[in-house]
């Protein structure tokens, strides 16, 4: 397995771990909190990273979203479309995801980062410069498309954990 491969399941597994450590041991009510009403809680922070992770690994690999494949999205029960990642969602929209436990979503996560892990497990060096995205100039390869899932997932992490910071000193 190439060098860069094992970086990226490191980098993976870092997210992964950030996401068990903001959600464990919290309430649904403590999940849903939001510090102001345009903020997002770490429900939805969490359900938003792994969703778009779930979504551009699955259009990669070019294979289903464990979203819909394994069943997640009837589990979570809510009010958008199967394909809906949170990308451009309203403050209504964040509101409505609530009502979720620490271990459905720690449990998704976790279901999505086995998927990550598997596929990223079969690649390459050169499977990173294959093109995935035709729509930007430049053209968006493999390897951009990991590191920026990496990165948008990171930081959504990191402010997940900072809300948790923020309940805890309440």
């Known amino acids: 397995m190439p060098v860069s491969t094992d970086l990226l399941i490191d980098g993976f597994g870092r997210i992964r771990e950030v996401v068990h450590e903001a959600v464990d041991g919290l309430s649904p009510d403590d999940l849903a909190t939001r510090l102001d009403e345009g903020a997002n809680s770490i429900t939805w922070l969490v359900w938003h990273l792994t969703r ?12 289903e979203q464990v979203w819909t494949s394994d069943g997640w999205s009837g589990r979570f029960d809510l009010p958008f479309k199967p394909g809906a990642t949170g990308y ?19 449990g998704y996560h ?10 990223l497990r079969t690649l390459g060096d050169a499977d990173f410069a294959r093109v995935v995205d035709d729509s930007w100039t430049p053209a968006v390869t493999l390897g951009v498309r990991l590191v920026s ?19 805890e000193r309440r």
């Open 52 to 63: 778009v992770q779930d979504d551009h690994m699955a259009d990669a690999s070019g294979s």
């Open 88 to 106: 451009g969602h309203s403050s209504r929209d964040v509101a409505s995801v609530s009502g979720v436990s620490a271990e459905l979503l720690a």
């Open 110 to 119: 976790d279901a999505v980062h086995d998927r990550t892990v598997a596929y």
């Open 149 to 167: 899932v990496m990165s948008d997932d990171l930081q959504h992490a990191g402010q997940a954990a900072f809300v948790r910071g923020v309940l």
